[in-house]
Structure formats: structure tokens, C-alpha cells
């Protein structure tokens, strides 16, 4: 099993849809948590970061952190066609060790 | 503006030739980082540096060299001994203190796609 598991998609949603994305992860020593955006041929850049079970909103972004259930979730709701990209998860362990996921391509029709 | 600056855009070599990949910070960030992004396979970590005239091999740093001189600036070296170079090389930055080292997030540069061939 990955330490990170993400399925890359591609997911094709009309504009104005709310997009829905997750990873699972392995690793119960995993704490913090990130949502990394990638515009083609353009490096990441973050999107969310959360370090705690629960919500945390910016704007039309909501992550979501079920340590539990070993499972994070990034929504973006009125989904724009400039939110087409490739989104990466990413948690970092106690020892400062990252681990990336794949990455999920989202395309927003118009 | 701050940020990471990765040059070139795009490089195309030769096989057997070595190549030196450009990384340079304005942010003030101790850390710098090497991933190789493939179709598929994710963010791989080659190299990385916690501050200046040290650096440790990453998952992948079989085939790859790295120098830290200076604190703003962390090339790669891709050797002719990398089996499979052709990828697009990503380079990343955080701050390092006592009180942030575990919850700084990487700031990523707009990566070189290497081809050779």
C-alpha cells in the first residue's frame, strides 16, 4: 500500500459544480497537511494547510482533516475554469518527512 | 516580489552529457529542496539542504549531485550515471526556526523540464 494514495482523475466537472477531491493516507504519524495547486508546466503552489481534524475555509476552498479515518478532502465550491489544474496532497510527519500524493487533474467546463 | 527562481525554463541534452539545473531564493529560507515530478509517479525527493555547506540525499539521489555555497542558491547536477533524466525538475524552499520547522509549508519554484536525449 502507498503512504499516500490519490486517484489522478482526470475529473471533468461543469463550471459552477463543487469540485470534491481526497487522499488517504497510511501513516498515523502523519500531522500536518497540505493542498498544493499546479497550473501546466508551472510548479505547486499551496492552496490549504491544516494541522488539525476538522474544516478550515478560505473563500470557495474547504479542507477537511478526518485523522481518523486517515483521510483529508479539498472542496471548491462555484467551481471557475481557472480552477483547472492538477491539485496534490501533501502531509508531513513528526520528522519533518513529506510525502506527496499524485496529484488530481481537474478540469472545469465552461 | 519573493519567490524561487528556476532556470531554464526548458533544457535539452544529450545523453552522456552532465547538466546543472539553476535554483536561486529570495525569501530568506534556510531549507531548499530537489523533487523530480513524473507522469504518474508524483513529487520524488532527489536532495535537500537545512542550511549552508550541508545537504542529504533525498529518495532518489542516485545519478544527482547538489552544492549549497550560498544560502540563496542549490543547483542539481543530473550525471550521465541518471539512468532516466528526462522529467521536470522541481526546486523548493522553506524557513527553518524552533518554533516553525514542522509547520512551515514548501514553497515551490515554476521547475526546468529536462529532455535528453
Known amino acids: 500500500q502507498k503512504e499516500v494514495e490519490q486517484d489522478p482523475g482526470p475529473l471533468s466537472v461543469p463550471e459552477g459544480a463543487i469540485v470534491s477531491l481526497n487522499c488517504t493516507y497510511s501513516?498515523?504519524?502523519?500531522?500536518?497537511f497540505m493542498w498544493y495547486r499546479q497550473y501546466s508546466r508551472k510548479g505547486p503552489e499551496l492552496l490549504m494547510y491544516?494541522?488539525?481534524?476538522g474544516n478550515k475555509e478560505d473563500g470557495r476552498f474547504t479542507a477537511q482533516v478526518d485523522k481518523s479515518s486517515k483521510y483529508i478532502s479539498l472542496f471548491i465550491r462555484d467551481s471557475q475554469p481557472s480552477d483547472s489544474a492538477t491539485y496534490l496532497c501533501a502531509m508531513r510527519d513528526g520528522n519533518n518527512r513529506l510525502a506527496f500524493g499524485k496529484g488530481n487533474q481537474v478540469v472545469v467546463i465552461p | 516580489d519573493g519567490g524561487i527562481t528556476q532556470s531554464p525554463k526548458y533544457l535539452f541534452r544529450k545523453e552522456g552529457q552532465n547538466v546543472t539545473l539553476s535554483c536561486e531564493q529570495n525569501?530568506?529560507?534556510?531549507?531548499m529542496y530537489w523533487y523530480r515530478q513524473d507522469p504518474g509517479q508524483g513529487l520524488r525527493l532527489i536532495y535537500y539542504?537545512?542550511?549552508?555547506?550541508?545537504?542529504q540525499k533525498g529518495d532518489i539521489a542516485e545519478g544527482y549531485s547538489v552544492s549549497r555555497e550560498k544560502k540563496e542558491s542549490f543547483p542539481l547536477t543530473v550525471t550521465s550515471a541518471q539512468k532516466n533524466p528526462t522529467a521536470f525538475y522541481l526546486c523548493a524552499s522553506k524557513q527553518v526556526t524552533q518554533t516553525s520547522s514542522y509547520n512551515s509549508p514548501l514553497h515551490f519554484g515554476n521547475g526546468t523540464r529536462l529532455t535528453v536525449t
Open positions: 539542504s537545512q542550511i549552508v555547506n550541508d545537504f
Open positions: 491544516t494541522y488539525s481534524s
Open positions: 525569501l530568506n529560507h534556510d531549507a
Open positions: 501513516n498515523s504519524a502523519f500531522q500536518y
